[in-house]
């Protein structure tokens, strides 16, 4: 097996004395954001883990090898690379079969991550249910992922583009623990609050903390997703938002967008016709949930 794996060195040692790693997906990177951002987030993810104090597993397939902490070379690949496949759970097996440079998401990134035993994990937003899922079936395997892996999740909730009251309820529905840090509201993504309400909220980093290490205790093979607003500065509102997302989703349909294509295509229409202000905000909430997990990673294991 350890042919198909490769861990850096610095992430090896980080594992064997315990320390506190966060991993990071490279979808974001390679079907998230436009080059140069993607770069630019990529390392500044990395760089705001680290200067908590934790140690940074960006992880995605080069060459169909699985890598635990992608170098900056392999980050370059990822982001300039327009053949880079976007891999989840149900296909990760053949690009590595196929030996291709792939992208993990959220739900393949923690099912490696946890093989791996790092438990957190911060990324922008989860995907879930997507509207009209009732007719679509369109429901990410980040959902069941999560329900699978027992990772701590960082994250400003799922994607604005997403049916957000559904993925809210489906989250509920697998037994995902819904913990807000400074908010009682599950955030939007680009905008800060939706109206559905966590279900706890913790003020204090060393309150998730000790949370988090009672959870350890009940061994639950669950996660639990802990929910960061998009920084104020950066933040959108709900109706401007909307209004670019029914824009966005009628160019889908009418260009007969699907499955796996459907989010990276929704959220590139979004950032043109936003003038890259959902751009800018995503970029900024990313950073801002790689720092606060190094934080929570740090006083974890401390
Ligand atoms: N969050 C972002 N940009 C993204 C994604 C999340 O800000 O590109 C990616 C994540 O990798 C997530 C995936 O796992 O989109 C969900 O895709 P789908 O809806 O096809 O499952
Ligand atoms: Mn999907």
Redesign the pocket.
């Known amino acids: 097996m350890n042919y198909l794996f490769e861990v850096s060195r610095s992430i090896k040692k980080a594992i064997d004395l315990k320390k506190p790693i966060v991993a990071l997906?490279s979808?974001?990177i390679s079907?998230?954001?436009p080059y140069p951002e993607n770069i630019k987030v990529a390392k500044e993810s990395i760089n705001a883990v680290q200067d908590n104090g934790s140690i940074a597993a960006t992880i995605g397939i080069i060459n169909g090898k699985i890598k635990i902490g992608l170098s900056n070379e392999d980050i370059e690949i990822l982001a300039k690379d327009k053949n880079v496949q976007?891999v989840?759970n149900h296909n990760i097996n053949l690009s590595i079969y196929n030996k291709k440079n792939a992208?993990?998401?959220?739900?393949s990134?923690i099912a490696i991550a946890s093989m791996f035993n790092i438990k957190f994990f911060a990324?922008?937003?989860?995907?879930?249910v997507?509207l009209n899922a009732e007719k679509t079936y369109?429901v990410?395997?980040?959902l069941y992922s999560l329900a699978e892996n027992a990772n701590y999740v960082i994250c400003s909730g799922a994607?604005s583009i997403l049916d957000l009251d559904k993925t809210y309820e489906f989250l509920e529905t697998l037994g995902i623990t819904r913990i807000g840090y400074k908010t009682n509201n599950m955030p939007g993504?680009w905008y800060p609050e939706t109206l559905n309400l966590v279900d706890n909220n913790f003020d204090k980093i060393s309150e998730i903390c000790s949370f988090l290490k009672m959870n350890e205790q009940l061994k639950q093979k669950k996660s639990i997703l802990i929910f960061n607003k998009v920084p104020n500065e950066n933040a959108l509102s709900k109706e401007k938002v909307s209004q670019w997302i029914d824009m966005a989703i009628i160019k889908a349909e009418k260009n007969k967008i699907v499955?796996?294509e459907?989010?990276?295509f929704l959220?590139k229409e979004i950032n043109e016709s936003s003038d890259n202000q959902t751009l800018n905000a995503?970029v900024s909430l990313?950073i801002n949930n790689a720092d606060l997990a190094g934080k929570i990673a740090k006083d974890f294991y401390s």
Request: hydrophobic share 30%; glycine share 18%; charged share 15%.
């Open positions: 997906e979808t974001l079907h998230g954001l976007k989840s992208a993990t998401t959220v739900a990134t990324t922008g937003g989860i995907g879930g997507h369109d990410s395997a980040d994607k993504f499955g796996k459907l989010t990276p959220i995503n990313i």
